[in-house]
């Protein structure tokens, strides 16, 4: 019997070797994406910080004025910086509690046959190009801003009539919302069941088990499915960039503007010398601005995970 059992599934020396090249792929696979993660940082650094020591850290994330071929030229990206910030935090406030709710709906509220039309349509959304979007809001989102704006600053001298190319255009919160979706779907339907059989057990209604219990429990998915939906609203360059004017000004809801994404792709064909290192800057303030968004919705999470678990 024993011999056969062998046979079947090898003997012990063989396992031992499955395992131990089993363990060096999944070590190399790990170091790798350290590397890379590192590589990246690296290579950020090399190439964005040479303008801040020739222009000045103050000029460069403090100025406001935007003439990088100017005589004198003028770095400012103050307001770029502002842009990125409060596009990102609209697009946060506005995609992801219609993104978790419908996840919400979906994994726990949603019929079969309702749940099997739903989700094949919040998936389409994923695969459909990031420049359909921007075309999209070109041709209905931009004429609505534009009446709105002719209603609104009718008669005004001081105004400049962006034809609805502005901040509200560009918050395109639905492009992040198939990502936050089937994440936060998926870390839901994860949740053991016997927590959710527990909580009804105890006299919870269905909706306090699933905010109370499945929820919480499911907040390290979520928080995921947030980050990346973050990283798709700040980084779908070819979309905003055909929406929001790509002026350099403050981040007023009516006024054409410029987020980082944009200031590189709009830039970079034709710059040279130190525009060209700038805009390396740029990429390194993007970078930055990443790592801090990531790292401080992490934080917020986890601290919140603990407090729900104790």
């Known amino acids: ?105 979906l994994a726990e509220v949603a019929p079969p046959k309702v749940a099997a039309v ?62 936050v ?16 059989s527990a909580s009804l057990a105890l006299g919870a209604t269905h909706i306090q088990t699933i905010f109370k219990v499945i929820v919480p429990a499911a907040h390290s998915g979520i928080i995921t499915a947030v980050v990346l939906g973050c990283g798709r609203a700040i980084g779908e360059a070819m979309a905003i960039s055909l929406v929001s004017g790509s002026s350099v000004n403050l981040p007023l809801p009516f006024n054409s503007v410029r987020f980082l994404t944009t200031a590189i792709v709009a830039e970079m064909s034709y710059s040279e010398g130190l525009h060209r290192e700038v805009l390396f800057t740029i990429g390194l303030v993007l970078f930055v601005f990443i790592m801090f968004i990531n790292t401080v919705l992490s934080r917020m999470f986890v601290k919140e995970g603990g407090a729900n678990d104790r």
């Open 1 to 105: 019997m024993h011999e056969k059992k062998f046979t079947i599934f090898g003997s012990h020396a063989t396992k031992s070797a499955v395992e131990r090249a089993a363990e060096i792929i999944f070590t190399a696979c790990g170091l790798l994406a350290v590397v890379a993660v590192f590589s990246i940082t690296l290579y950020m650094i090399i190439s964005g910080t040479p303008a801040l020591f020739k222009v000045g850290v103050p000029e460069i994330l403090f100025g406001t004025v935007w003439k990088p071929t100017g005589n004198p030229a003028f770095f400012g990206i103050l307001y770029v910086i502002l842009t990125s910030i409060v596009g990102t935090f609209l697009a946060i406030l506005i995609g992801v509690p219609i993104g978790l709710f419908t996840a919400i709906f």
């Open 118 to 179: 739903v989700r094949p349509a919040v998936e389409l959304l994923a695969g459909i190009p990031s420049v359909i979007y921007g075309l999209l809001g070109i041709l209905i989102l931009n004429p609505l801003m534009y009446k709105l704006e002719m209603k609104i600053f009718a008669g005004s001298t001081t105004h400049q009539f962006t034809g609805g190319a502005n901040l509200i255009s560009a918050v395109l919160a639905i492009m992040i919302l198939p990502t």
């Open 181 to 196: 979706i089937n994440i936060s779907e998926a870390s839901l339907r994860a949740v053991p069941k016997h927590l959710k």
